[in-house]
């Protein structure tokens, strides 16, 4: 599974539209309005890279509002999560 963090900047007056179109794409897991230089955060996890070519430039840029994006690739995840479910092996 790759992991790719997409930040997005958007039209101001379509911040809420742009967001839920993009939700709605297949590959993508998340999308977070937030503070700061760009508008939306979205989590795309897609299982190769190909999938990724058809997720971003693919769809998610192409979305009426959406003026530029940047992604970052994650090498590996880290989470409270994983980390919790690990220390419980075998702990039964």
């Given at each position: 599974?790759?992991?790719?963090?997409?930040?997005?900047?958007?039209?101001v007056d379509?911040?809420?539209?742009?967001?839920?179109?993009?939700?709605?794409?297949?590959?993508?897991?998340?999308?977070?309005?937030?503070?700061?230089?760009?508008d939306?955060?979205?989590?795309?996890?897609v299982?190769?890279?190909?999938?990724?070519?058809?997720?971003?430039?693919?769809?998610?840029?192409?979305?009426?509002?959406?003026?530029?994006?940047?992604?970052?690739i994650?090498?590996?995840?880290?989470?409270?999560?994983?980390?919790?479910?690990?220390?419980?092996?075998?702990?039964?």
């Open positions: 599974m790759i992991t790719s963090i997409v930040l997005i900047k958007t039209s379509r911040v809420p539209e742009v967001a839920e179109r993009i939700a709605a794409l297949d590959g993508v897991s998340e999308v977070y309005s937030v503070t700061g230089p760009h939306l955060i979205a989590m795309v996890r299982r190769d890279h190909d999938q990724l070519a058809e997720v971003i430039p693919g769809r998610l840029s192409k979305i009426p509002g959406v003026e530029s994006t940047e992604t970052h994650a090498f590996r995840t880290y989470s409270q999560h994983d980390l919790e479910a690990a220390f419980a092996i075998g702990l039964e």
